[in-house]
């Protein structure tokens, strides 16, 4: 059985929508068992917990060579994970990268692909930090922080890597979003709006990478108990104590709870994520899903996510851009 993939789908090649939910189950199946990641080179952003920490060490040890990123080195975290790919032989490199800065990540992508010996096959823009907080008392300060880390961060470390990727064929980058960049819930600040913008973004690419055989996935977790709950409290507690009456006195009670969030009640496996990210690197290219959702508990934008597909599929699906549109969709 011949799987139905986006470079297919562009060459013209036909094939119906049962074979190629059968063949996409099958392949899942497939990935799910045996997730051998050799040959491969990833570089992950922000590397020195949660999520990122938990993918550097599971894709190592599947065989992949890791570019772990984070900043602020010299740090222990970094020193840690030295001493975790030395006691397990693994390929795991610690490399500075700090995703707000042009000049660190030209430096850093450059580094990884000297020591890869040429471009990537992977990049996880897992980088990401949270504000709490009513938007209005969001300052231009913390506003700028968010967008520069979760949007502008995202797109710096996408365009550093997109050239070697182009170069060798094919790549696949994976975008850390979040059920919040497709659902709303009052008071998270400019988590929701940066993590939409990075939706929007993301798929923008995944259509325009199809000729260059760059899948992208929107990987959207749900509340997972990792650091950034910390994180957050600290910047968070800064944008209190600066904000100013005029914007908090008309949210006293919200305004109270602000930097006090720990995370607590959450008893999801962090470890959800890097898995599926395994498992989807292993998937054949072209096959790999435009989004994943994944949590612990519910998973609210599966209804968005959908109509979103088909709402793109109706509009566009039969136009000049409808192979595009079809090879990420279909």
């Known amino acids: 059985m011949t799987a139905l993939t986006r470079r297919s789908l562009l060459a013209g090649a036909a094939a119906t929508g049962a074979l190629a939910a059968t063949s996409l189950r099958a392949q899942a ?48 975290e970094a020193d840690e994970l030295r001493n975790l790919a030395m006691a397990e032989g693994l390929q795991l490199y610690i490399i500075e990268i700090d995703v707000t800065d042009d000049e660190s990540v030209m430096a850093g ?9 040429g471009g990537l096959d992977v990049l996880v823009n897992n980088a990401g930090i949270g504000l709490s907080g009513p938007i209005e008392v969001q300052d231009m300060e913390a506003t700028m922080l968010m967008y520069d880390t979760n949007v502008f961060g995202a797109h710096r470390m996408a365009r550093a890597v997109l050239p070697g990727m182009r170069a060798k064929g094919g790549g696949q980058i994976f975008q850390i979003s979040s059920q919040l960049g497709r659902v709303i819930i009052p008071y998270s600040g400019h988590y929701s ?75 999801a496996d962090p470890m959800d994520i890097p898995r599926l990210i395994a498992r989807t690197i292993a998937m054949p290219a072209g096959t790999r899903p435009l989004r994943a959702e994944v949590s612990g508990s519910r998973i609210p934008q599966v209804g968005i996510n959908k109509a979103t597909r088909e709402t793109q599929l109706a509009w566009l699906g039969e136009s000049g851009y409808g192979p595009l549109i079809k090879a990420v969709h279909d």
């Not at 068992?33 to 917990?49: E, F, H, N, R, Y």
């Not at 259509?207 to 990987?219: A, K, M, R």
């Open 29 to 76: 199946d497939l990935v799910e068992a045996t997730s051998d990641l050799s040959g491969k080179s990833v570089l992950i952003t922000g590397c020195s917990s949660g999520f990122g920490r938990l993918g550097a060490e599971h894709y190592a040890r599947l065989g992949a060579k890791v570019f772990a990123t984070m900043r602020n080195m010299p740090r222990p």
């Open 109 to 117: 992508v450059e580094e990884a692909e000297r020591l890869n010996g």
């Open 193 to 267: 709006p940066t993590k939409f913008a990075l939706e929007a973004t993301s798929e923008a690419m995944a259509y325009e990478l199809v000729p260059h055989n760059i899948d992208v996935t929107i990987v959207e977790p749900g509340g997972y108990p990792t650091e950034v709950w910390v994180n957050r409290n600290i910047y968070t507690k800064a944008l209190k104590e600066r904000a100013q009456d005029i914007h908090i006195s008309g949210y006293p009670q919200v305004v109270a709870r602000m930097g006090t969030e720990d995370g607590s009640g959450r008893s």
